[in-house]
């Protein structure tokens, strides 16, 4: 696959991802357009990492309401 | 290639957004249920190492790495809003939970009257069940026991209610031979008065008796007067002593106060015919 063609998926699932804010979104949008303009591998590793932290991100809010439930049920049970 | 260089605003704005997306951390620190779940996975975000490898990346555009550091920017305010979103919420669905445990316990400590109360104890122990909030194993627990406890004022009540009727039906005993008593005085009183008025009218008859004797005696007398009368008149002859005498036979046998009177009222016509 074309790095191209691997860039325009990649926006395609940001802007489809129902757990990013538009703002994310958008900015996430334009560092990608930029990198399809100019793919050089630095370029390419600094989407990457931005693009991991927005995995981590998302794992991270997912894990944090999972737990904030389980401190809600030790917190009635303790009461 | 330009390398990393990212204006001071930026860099700045970067360091005060990632520390601003941990600010929330330290709401949570007083949790020790979650504390070391949530350090461990924090710090897989780390958006200061993020910074730190972009900074590394020398051969990068720097409108790409602005682009970058701004993505940075936007999930770290997304993290911190989302964290708070999330917190609040839990915090709110603990606050509603227990809300409904304070509920319930002020159910618990009201006294059970009636059967009514019992069954929306009930229903309300069956709602906290479906709701399914946190801990909603926990009141199911407690709703058990407290149902158990309902039916044991239940059945203390209706202990009660027999206790009271009992109490209700010797006190209706204890009317019944009060009102036996005086049923049995008003009794001899009705037979006293009865007594007396008998005495009175047993008075009355026996004057009665021996002014009807009495008044017999007259009327012999006055009759005896007037069949003398009318024996002088038959004597005599006239035709209206003998109309005065068929007159008192067809009067027939009245009483003897009216006969004596009818008598008296012939013969004195009888006589005055016969002597005027």
Redesign the interface.
């Known amino acids: 696959m074309k790095t191209q063609d691997l860039l325009s998926q990649l926006l395609a699932q940001v802007q489809d991802d129902p757990n990013?804010?538009d703002?994310?979104k958008d900015?996430?949008a334009?560092?990608i357009a930029?990198?399809v303009k100019?793919p050089?591998?630095?370029?390419l590793?600094?989407?990457a990492?931005?693009i991991?932290?927005?995995g981590?991100?998302t794992?991270?809010?997912s894990?944090?309401?999972t737990?904030?439930?389980?401190?809600?049920?030790?917190?009635?049970?303790q009461? | 290639m330009a390398g990393l260089n990212p204006s001071p605003d930026t860099q700045a704005a970067l360091g005060d957004q990632v520390s601003g997306a941990f600010a929330g951390e330290a709401k949570y620190q007083s949790s020790k249920v979650t504390e070391g779940q949530k350090a461990e996975i924090g710090a897989d975000i780390d958006f200061r190492r993020a910074e730190e490898q972009l900074r590394g990346l020398g051969e990068a555009n720097p409108v790409v790495l602005d682009a970058a550091v701004n993505v940075l920017r936007g999930m770290a305010s997304f993290v911190e809003w989302r964290g708070n979103r999330i917190s609040g919420r839990a915090v709110e669905r603990a606050r509603r939970a227990q809300d409904h445990e304070q509920k319930l316990a002020e159910i618990k400590q009201r006294p059970i009257e009636d059967a009514e109360k019992v069954r929306k104890a009930e229903i309300a122990n069956e709602v906290l069940r479906v709701l399914e909030l946190p801990g909603g194993a926990y009141a199911e627990v407690r709703g058990r026991s407290f149902t158990d406890s309902l039916r044991g004022r239940w059945h203390q009540h209706w202990a009660d209610v027999d206790t009271r009727r009992a109490k209700r039906d010797e006190a209706s005993a204890e009317g019944y031979l009060g009102g036996a008593a005086k049923l049995r005085a008003a009794a001899l009183a009705v037979e006293e008065g009865w007594r007396t008025t008998f005495g009175k009218h047993g008075e009355g008859a026996e004057a009665a008796r021996v002014d009807a004797e009495a008044r017999k005696g007259e009327a012999a007398v006055a009759s005896r007067a007037a069949q003398e009368a009318y024996d002088r008149v038959m004597a005599q002859g006239p035709a209206e002593a003998i109309a005065a005498r068929e007159e008192i036979m067809r009067t027939g046998p009245e009483s003897l106060a009216t006969q004596k009177g009818i008598v008296e009222e012939r013969t004195g016509n009888v006589v005055k015919a016969a002597t005027g």
Do not use: C, G, H, M
Not at chain 1, 40 to 43: A, K, L
């Open positions: 990013l804010t703002e994310v900015s996430a334009e560092l930029l990198v100019e050089t591998p630095d370029n590793r600094a989407l990492v931005v991991e932290k927005l981590d991100t794992r991270y809010l894990a944090l309401e737990l904030e439930t389980i401190k809600a049920t030790a917190t009635v049970n009461a």
